[in-house]
């Protein structure tokens, strides 16, 4: 893995077979990555609504990227999660939010569950093509009707003979529109609602896929985001990740890497935001004095720094125990929340001491400031989040 790819190739040293996390630290190659492949192109691409899938997965696919957690046999790294999250907090570099949110899906949120639990042959098809880089996944979890309350979906998967047909719709599918195939859950019988789910892999090129139309955002522009609906689609049942009835359960443990993986990625757009504020208000005047040196300034930026270090202790002391085999449901849970409320501190407060050029497209507060908004949204609200915490802390109202 890494080795056989002539693109890859100019990110590694000559003398570099296979990538590990040293080789990455010490070439910095996700940020090569970043700033050659990707960082000049934002612009366009956040003006155009998408960025090529394929081409950036394949470059990170093929230096290893796109698999640091999974298997070495799956073209993965073998390493642990918490080499995941030293890419998250990297990722945050690019600027804008919608390309590492993408990225995010591909790497940790559509597959942590194939991994774990895939069938040989299921990995082969899906699985291995992702980490490679060579197809694009997607995630469909939330519907029009069911997002926060993940066991009201409708989307049926009804066992014909040898396989599902499948019937429903998806709504706010990142990569949707560009996906390969789609890590689905969906209700595979009548049962209790925790238990009657599975996760499909489907691919998205079958009959009775249809792309609906693509979602005009608030934010997260160069990230195409899909609502896509099933017409008696015919998948085999093979494609089941794991056991059926268990995709409830599989999804929730697979939102925990996602969750802790949002909140790597978000905390280094949060350095970045204060970083630059830092330079502009340096030498920018007012009152004949740079806008950093009123007290006002730079103890608040002084206060979000702080907060973000704190948030970082969190993740990397929730990340160590996840990596330990702990249940850390409540810290992520903590984490996913915390980072929500902060990333939008952060762009608020920072874009304020802009002034008006806070207040254009130029500049990247004023990008993150939208893009980070989703933060409190997707993968579960802040809402959800706390009543997950209220769980754990079991202070819920007694049935
Ligand atoms: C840009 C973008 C990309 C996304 N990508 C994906 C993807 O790839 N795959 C996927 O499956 N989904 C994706 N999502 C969906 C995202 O996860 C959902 O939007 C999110 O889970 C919230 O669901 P909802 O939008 O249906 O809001 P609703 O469930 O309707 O909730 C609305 C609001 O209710 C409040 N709320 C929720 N629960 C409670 C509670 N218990 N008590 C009080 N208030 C509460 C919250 O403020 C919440 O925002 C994406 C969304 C966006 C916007």
């Known amino acids: 893995n890494g080795g056989g790819n002539t693109e890859s190739l100019k990110y590694w040293p000559s003398n570099a077979k296979m990538p590990n996390i040293s080789t990455i630290l010490a070439t910095n190659s996700v940020i090569k990555i970043i700033d050659q492949e990707i960082n000049p192109y934002v612009d366009q691409w956040e003006a155009e609504g998408k960025f090529p899938a394929h081409k950036i997965f394949k470059i990170l696919g093929s230096a290893g990227f796109l698999g640091v957690n999974k298997p070495v046999e799956d073209g993965g790294l073998g390493l ?42 299921l990995k082969k098809e899906f699985l291995i093509p992702s980490i490679m880089g060579d197809k694009v996944a997607c995630l469909g979890v939330s519907e029009v009707g069911a997002g926060s309350d993940v066991s009201s979906i409708m989307t049926k998967a009804v066992r014909k003979g040898d396989e599902y047909v499948i019937s429903g719709g998806k709504m706010w599918t990142t990569n949707g529109t560009q996906a390969d195939w789609m890590c689905l859950l969906a209700n595979t019988s009548d049962g209790p609602p925790h238990r009657n789910k599975s996760l499909i892999c489907l691919p998205m090129n079958l009959p009775g896929v249809h792309i609906a139309r693509k979602i005009d955002k608030l934010g997260m522009w160069s990230s195409d985001t ?68 009123h007290q006002t300034v730079h103890f608040r930026l002084a206060e979000l720094q702080t907060e973000v270090e704190l948030l970082r202790s969190l993740l990397h002391r929730a990340t160590a125990l996840y990596i330990k085999g702990n249940d850390v449901t409540k810290l992520a849970s903590m984490a996913k929340l915390k980072g929500g409320r902060l990333v939008r501190e952060v762009c608020d407060s920072c874009l304020q001491y802009w ?11 004023s990008r993150l400031y939208r ?29």
Not at 83 to 108: K, T
């Open 226 to 293: 899909a609502q896509v609906f099933f017409d008696e689609v015919r998948v085999p049942c093979k494609n089941v990740i794991g056991q059926e009835g268990m995709g409830f359960t599989y999804q929730m443990l697979q939102f925990q890497e996602e969750r802790l993986w949002a909140v790597a990625n978000v905390l280094t757009s949060m350095d970045n935001i204060i970083q630059e504020t830092i330079q502009y208000t340096r030498q920018r005047k007012i009152f004949k004095q740079p806008v950093l040196y």
């Open 371 to 399: 893009d980070t908004r989703l933060m409190s949204i997707g993968g579960g609200a802040d809402e959800v989040m706390l009543g997950i915490i209220c769980k754990y802390m079991d202070t819920l109202p007694r049935k």
């Open 80 to 121: 642990d999660f918490s080499y995941s999250v030293a890419v998250a907090e990297e990722l945050g570099n690019i600027h804008c939010g919608g390309i590492p949110m993408a990225i995010g899906v591909q790497s940790d949120m559509a597959t942590p569950a194939l991994a774990r639990f895939g069938s040989a042959e």
């Open 355 to 365: 002034g008006g050029m806070g207040f254009t497209s130029d500049v990247l507060v």
